[in-house]
C-alpha cells in the first residue's frame, strides 16, 4: 500500500507494539497478559508493517523465518518442561527462583519459559499464514 | 538409572549431531565410533556375571499405572545382541565418517544413525513389553530416514515407505499380540512373564497371540512372503546396509522369537510355522542372491538366506538347534556386515557396483582385499574360521531334528552351497583376475573404510580358533547363556568346538563346499536362470503388495471425492446442521424446554444494549453487504463488540485476545478477499431460503442452549480451588494465565505443537498451489 501516513505511522507504531507485546508477555503471571497476548499482538505489529510497506521488508525485520520462530517455541515449551523433570520431579513441575532485587525477592520460575515458548510459536504461526498469504498470488 | 543413561546415550548424541558433525567432517568417523566402543566395553563388564549364569533387571519406572516401565534385562541373549549392536556399531561408524565424508547431509545422517543404535539397543534389552514395541517402532523410523537420506531419488523414497509400511503393520499386530499377554498374565515385564510360561500356553489365546507376534517378527526379519523390502532397503547409503539391514534390525524379529521361545515356543503350530516358513525363506533367499549382478543386491539375498536359517533353527527348538541358531547370528553378523563394507568399499573405489565390470582390484585395494577374503572365508564355512563352526552347528541341529529332516538337510545343504558361491563371487571376482575398465579409476579407500571390515574378519578367525580350545570362552560366554535365556535352563550338552571328529555334520560340509564351488564356477552361465524366477520369489510378491496399497489409495481417493466437495458452504451447512440437531434433539427430549422468569429479571446495563445493538447491527450489515470492503467491516464490528461485552463482563484476558484475534481475522479475511471476484452470481430463492433457515435455528438453538444454561446452580468448587491454589502452588495472580501455563501446562504444549504443524502445513499447502500456478502459466507462455 502506498500510503506516505501509513508508512511513516508504522515505522514509529511497530517498535512500540513490539516492546508492548514484551511487556505483556512479563506481567502475564500477575496481571493480564500472558504469552498468547503478547505474541498476537507482536505478530499484529510486524503485520501493520507488512501492510505499510511489503511482506518482504517485514520478512527482513523478523530476521528469523517465522517457521523456525515456531519450533523454537516448541522448543523452549519443552525445555521448560525438561527442567521440572531434571529436579527429580513429574515433567512440567514448575521450578521457581527467587532472584533479590531493590524491591524485595521476585519469583522466576519455568512457566516463564514456557510462556516465551507460548509467544514465539503463535509469532512464528500468524506471520507464517499472514505473510505468505500475503506474497502468494492464490 | 545407568542402564537407562547407557541405552539413550545414542539419542542424545544424535540431538546435538547436525551441529557438530560439519565442523569435525574430516574424524567424523572416529568421533561417533567413540560412544559404541564405550558402550561394547561397559556392556563387557557384564559377561563374567552372565557366564556364571545369572540375569540382572534394571530401569526405571514409567507409567506404573498401565503396567510400562523402562526396565532393562541383562541375560545372554539380551548380551550378546547389545554387544554385537555396538561392536559392529563401532565399525560402521568408523565406516559412515568415511563413506559420507562428502555428502552435504552428513550431520543428519549420522543424527538417525545414532538413534537408530540407541533404538536397537532398547528393544534387546528392554525387560518390558510395551517399551519393547515403543523402541521398535523406532527402529522402524530411524531406518525409513536412512533407507530414505537420499530423498531426492524416487526409489529411495518409494523402498522407504515399503519398508516402513510393511514392518509398521506387523509392529502394530505385535503390540495387539503383547496387550493380550499382558491381559493374561497381569503384566508386562518380561522377566516375571518368561518365568510362568504355563498360563499362556493354556489360556484359549495361544494361537491369536503367535499369530499377532509372528506377524511382526516375520515382517521385520523380512520372511517370505514379506521378504520384498529388503532388496529395495538398498537403496539406503551402504553404511546403513552394513548396521541395519544385515547385522541388526532385521535381526530384532529373530530377538524377539527367541526372547518368546520359553512362553511361546515347543508347541506343534510354532513349529511347523517357525520351521516352514524359515526354510522356505533360506531357499528364497538363497535363490535371489544369485539372480542379481549388483553386489549389494546379492548380498540382500543372502541375508534374507540367513535370516530364514535362523528362524528355521529357532523352530526345530531342539537343545543343539538353538545353540546352533546363537553360534549362527554371531557368525552371520561378523561376516555379513564386514561383506557389506566391503562392497561400499569397492563401489567408493572404482564408481561400480556390477560384478561384470568388476576385477583384478586385488593390487589396487589390498586392504580391502583382505577384508573381503577373511569375511568370504567365514561366510563359506571353511575352517578355522568360525563361521566353520556355525555351519558344522547347524548341520548337527538338522541331523538331529524331530521332523522333515530329509527336506530340512537338502535345503540347508542347497542354501549353504549358494553361500560358498557367494563368498566366491564378492571375494574372488572382483579382485582376481585381469584388471577391468572401471567409471572411476580403482584407489584404496582410506583407513576409516577398510579397517572395519578387517576387524570383523580378523575376529571372525580369532572366534574360530578360541574354539579349537577346550572349555572356551565363545561357548561358556556367548553360545551357553543364549541358549539357556532361550530354553529357561541351561543345555545339557555342549561344548562348541571346533572340531568333533569325522561326523556326518563334516560329509555334508564337505558336500556343500563342493557344489557351491562348481555353482560358483558355472555362475555366469547359471545366472540367468535364476533371473527367470524373479517373477517367482520377489517381484510376484512386491507387485501384490503394490496392488494392495493402489487399492487402499484408490478407495480413500472415492470417498474423499464423495465427502469433500470442495465448497466451503457445504462443509458449513453440514456442521451447522448437525450441532443443531445434535443439541437440539437432546434438549426437548431432556424437557428443558421450560426456561423460568428469573433469567429475564436479571440487571442490565444500557451500555450491554448498546453493544447488543451494535452487534445485530453488524451481523445485519453482513449479510446485506455488496462490497467485500463494508463485509470485511460489519464483520469485524461484530467481533469488537464482542470483545468489549468480555470487557463489560470482567474477563481482560479473554477481550484482550478477543480484540487481537479478530484483528487478525479481519486482515486474513481481506487478504482472500481481495483476490476474490466481486460479484457471485445470483442464488435461486430456494437455495436462500434452506440456508436462511438453517442459519436461523441454529441461532435459536444456540440461544436456547444459553438462557438454560444460565438456570443451572454453578458450581464454585473449581473457581474457589484455583482462587486459592494459584498464588499459593503457582506464585501467580492471573489465575487464567496460570491456568494456561501451569495447572494445564501439557494441555497448551499439545496446543502450540498443533499450531506449529498446521503453520508448516499452511505454508506447504500455499506454495504447492502457488508452484502449480507458476507451472500452468510457464506452460501456456511456452505453448503460445
Not at chain 1, 88 to 113: H, Y
Not at chain 2, 704 to 711: D, E, K, R, S, T
Request: glycine content about 12%; some cysteine; proline content about 4%.
Amino acid at each position: 500500500m502506498n500510503s506516505l501516513i501509513l508508512k511513516t505511522g508504522a515505522r514509529f507504531l511497530v517498535p512500540l507494539m513490539v516492546l508492548f507485546s514484551l511487556f505483556l508477555l512479563w506481567r502475564g503471571h500477575n496481571l493480564p497478559g500472558g504469552g498468547f497476548i503478547g505474541g498476537l499482538f507482536a505478530a499484529t505489529a510486524f503485520c501493520l508493517y507488512a501492510i505499510a510497506f511489503t511482506p518482504a521488508e517485514a520478512r527482513k525485520i523478523v530476521i528469523i523465518d517465522p517457521r523456525s520462530i515456531s519450533g523454537l517455541g516448541v522448543l523452549f515449551a519443552i525445555t521448560a518442561g525438561l527442567i521440572g523433570l531434571l529436579s527429580g520431579q513429574p515433567f512440567m513441575t514448575g521450578v521457581w527462583l527467587d532472584i533479590p532485587t531493590l524491591d524485595g525477592p521476585v519469583g522466576v520460575g519455568t512457566p516463564l519459559i514456557f510462556d516465551i515458548g507460548v509467544y514465539l510459536v503463535v509469532i512464528g504461526f500468524t506471520l507464517t499464514t499472514l505473510l505468505t498469504l500475503d506474497e502468494e498470488p492464490l | 538409572m545407568t542402564m537407562l543413561l547407557a541405552v539413550v546415550s545414542g539419542f542424545i548424541m544424535a540431538a546435538f549431531a547436525p551441529w557438530i558433525t560439519p565442523r569435525i567432517r574430516p574424524v567424523a568417523g572416529w568421533f561417533y565410533a567413540l560412544l559404541p566402543a564405550g558402550l561394547f566395553a561397559w556392556f563387557a563388564t557384564f559377561l563374567p556375571e552372565v557366564a556364571a549364569g545369572n540375569s540382572t533387571v534394571h530401569g526405571v519406572e514409567w507409567v506404573p499405572q498401565i503396567g510400562v516401565n523402562l526396565t532393562f534385562l541383562i541375560d545372554g541373549l539380551s548380551l550378546t545382541f547389545a554387544l554385537l549392536i555396538t561392536g559392529i556399531g563401532t565399525c560402521v561408524m568408523a565406516y559412515a565418517g568415511g563413506y559420507m565424508k562428502e555428502d552435504p547431509n552428513i550431520g543428519r545422517f549420522f543424527m538417525s544413525l545414532n538413534a537408530f543404535m540407541a533404538a536397537m539397543l532398547g528393544v534387546v534389552l528392554s525387560n518390558n513389553l510395551i517399551s519393547l514395541f515403543v523402541f521398535w517402532e523406532l527402529t522402524s523410523i530411524s531406518s525409513y530416514m536412512l533407507i530414505g537420506f537420499n530423498h531426492e531419488d524416487g526409489e529411495s523414497r518409494e523402498a522407504a515407505i515399503h519398508a516402513l509400511i510393511l514392518t509398521g503393520m506387523g509392529g502394530l499386530a505385535m503390540l495387539a499380540g503383547f496387550l493380550i499377554i499382558q491381559h493374561l498374565t497381569g503384566t508386562a515385564e518380561l522377566a516375571e512373564i518368561l518365568g510362568g510360561a504355563g498360563a499362556i500356553l493354556d489360556s484359549g489365546m495361544y494361537k491369536p497371540i503367535l499369530l499377532l507376534v509372528l506377524a511382526g517378527a516375520f515382517t521385520k526379519s523380512a520372511q517370505f512372503p514379506f521378504h520384498f523390502w529388503l532388496p529395495g532397503a538398498m537403496q539406503a547409503p551402504t553404511p546403513v546396509s552394513a548396521y541395519l539391514h544385515s547385522a541388526t534390525m532385521v535381526k530384532a524379529g529373530v530377538y524377539l522369537l527367541a526372547r518368546m521361545h520359553p512362553v511361546l515356543g515347543g508347541t506343534d503350530l510354532w513349529m511347523f510355522l517357525l520351521t516352514g516358513v524359515g526354510t522356505v525363506t533360506m531357499l528364497v533367499g538363497a535363490t535371489i542372491s544369485l539372480m542379481r549382478t549388483d553386489v549389494k543386491q546379492v548380498l540382500a539375498g543372502s541375508t534374507i538366506m540367513a535370516l530364514g536359517a535362523l528362524v528355521m533353527l529357532l523352530g526345530i527348538g531342539t537343545e543343539i538347534a538353538l545353540m546352533a541358531m546363537s553360534a549362527f547370528l554371531v557368525v552371520h553378523c561378523l561376516y555379513k556386515a564386514a561383506l557389506f563394507m566391503v562392497a561400499g568399499a569397492i563401489d567408493h573405489g572404482t564408481g561400480t557396483r556390477e560384478l561384470a565390470l568388476l576385477g583384478g582390484l586385488r593390487s589396487k585395494m589390498p586392504m580391502t582385499f583382505a577384508g573381503a577374503v577373511l569375511a568370504a572365508i567365514s561366510m563359506a564355512g571353511l575352517p578355522p574360521f568360525i563361521g566353520f563352526v556355525g555351519k558344522e552347528l547347524i548341520y548337527g541341529a538338522l541331523l538331529e531334528a524331530p521332523r522333515m529332516m530329509i527336506i530340512l538337510i537338502v535345503s540347508g545343504i542347497i542354501a549353504n552351497a549358494f553361500m560358498v558361491a557367494v563368498g566366491g563371487l564378492l571375494a574372488i571376482n572382483p579382485f582376481f583376475g585381469k584388471l577391468k575398465e572401471t567409471p572411476t579409476a580403482a584407489h584404496e579407500v582410506p583407513a576409516m573404510m577398510w579397517i572395519g571390515p578387517a576387524l570383523l574378519g580378523v575376529v571372525g578367525l580369532v572366534f574360530g580358533l578360541m574354539t579349537a580350545a577346550d572349555g572356551n570362552q565363545i561357548s561358556s560366554h556367548i553360545v551357553t547363556p543364549m541358549t539357556e535365556a532361550m530354553m529357561g535352563m541351561p543345555p545339557a550338552s555342549g561344548e562348541v568346538a571346533l572340531w568333533h571328529g569325522f561326523n556326518t555334520a563334516l560329509l555334508l560340509s564337505i558336500v556343500t563346499v563342493a557344489i557351491g564351488v562348481a555353482v560358483w564356477k558355472f555362475w555366469w552361465r547359471l545366472q540367468p536362470g535364476f533371473a527367470a524366477l524373479d517373477g517367482l520369489f520377489f517381484s510376484g510378491e512386491k507387485a501384490g503388495y503394490v496392488k494392495f496399497v493402489d487399492g487402499v489409495m484408490s478407495f480413500a481417493g472415492w470417498q474423499t471425492r464423495v465427502m469433500q466437495s470442495g465448497y466451503l458452504r457445504r462443509y458449513v451447512m453440514v456442521m451447522l446442521a448437525m450441532i443443531f440437531l445434535a443439541t437440539m434433539v437432546p434438549f426437548f427430549r431432556g424437557g428443558a424446554f421450560a426456561i423460568s422468569a428469573p433469567v429475564f429479571d436479571s440487571p442490565y446495563y444500557f451500555y450491554e444494549v448498546i453493544l447488543c445493538m451494535v452487534i445485530i447491527a453488524g451481523a445485519i450489515g453482513t449479510l446485506m453487504a455488496r462490497h467485500h470492503l463494508v463485509l470485511i467491516i460489519s464483520l469485524g464490528t461484530v467481533g469488537y463488540s464482542v470483545a468489549l461485552l468480555y470487557v463489560a463482563f470482567g474477563a481482560p484476558d479473554l477481550a484482550m485476545t478477543q480484540f487481537l484475534v479478530e484483528t487478525l481475522s479481519v486482515i486474513l479475511v481481506a487478504l482472500i478477499l481481495i483476490r476474490v471476484p466481486e460479484f457471485y452470481g445470483k442464488m435461486s430463492k430456494g437455495s436462500r431460503m434452506r440456508d436462511g433457515l438453517l442459519a436461523g435455528g441454529f441461532g435459536l438453538a444456540m440461544m436456547l442452549i444459553i438462557l438454560a444454561l444460565g438456570q443451572l446452580e454453578f458450581s464454585q468448587h473449581l473457581t474457589d480451588f484455583y482462587a486459592e491454589a494459584s498464588f499459593a502452588q503457582a506464585h501467580g495472580r492471573n489465575i487464567v494465565n496460570v491456568i494456561l501455563v501451569d495447572f494445564r501446562g501439557v494441555d497448551t504444549m499439545g496446543e502450540i505443537t498443533v499450531l506449529a504443524t498446521a503453520g508448516t502445513g499452511i505454508y506447504a499447502l500455499l506454495k504447492l498451489r502457488a508452484s502449480k500456478k507458476r507451472d500452468e502459466t510457464r506452460e501456456e507462455g511456452e505453448s503460445a
